[in-house]
């Protein structure tokens, strides 16, 4: 029995490449390699996960739904081998919505949200211009 996590990555690039000859040189292991352990995974989930002929294989569609949570699965766990720097934790992410009026969206908003876009990339900006903004009292 192989680790299932190398199991699943295996799985991941032959699912990506849809060629076992070609996921085992990304992986730099033999071909064989790559055809057991999908056999393996096959036998242990009781479904079959691409259709092989002498010239190609295609994945299932249940082999897709697979892939798709094994991409997340894999990705999350090897994200938890990297270090997290100090700068990757303190780097703002998310989304900035505000509501300005007209005036001063054009006057103060706008330069100020070119600044920040340029500093912060992975922030998503929004914001709406009212030409006239009602308040009661």
């Not at 990304?26 to 009781?46: C, D, M, N, W, Y």
């Not at 249940?62 to 990705?75: I, M, N, P, S, T």
């Not at 009026?101 to 992975?122: M, N």
Request: glycine content about 4%; overall charge positive.
């Amino acid at each position: 029995m192989q680790n299932k996590l190398e199991m699943m990555r295996i799985f991941c690039v032959a699912a990506e490449s849809r060629n076992f000859k070609e996921a085992a040189t990304q992986l730099g292991i033999s071909p064989q390699v790559v055809t057991r352990a999908i056999k393996e995974l096959e036998e242990q989930r009781g479904e079959i996960l691409f259709y092989r002929s002498t010239r190609q294989i295609k994945i299932t569609a249940d082999g897709e739904r697979l892939a798709k949570q094994a991409r997340f699965a894999v990705g999350s766990i090897d994200a938890l081998f990297v270090k997290d720097t100090k700068e990757k934790r303190d780097e703002m992410r998310g989304t900035v919505r505000l509501t300005v009026s007209s005036v001063l969206g054009r006057k103060l908003v706008v330069p100020a949200l070119a600044e920040f876009a340029t500093r912060y990339p992975d922030q998503i900006l929004s914001w709406i211009a009212c030409s006239q903004i009602h308040t009661r009292m």
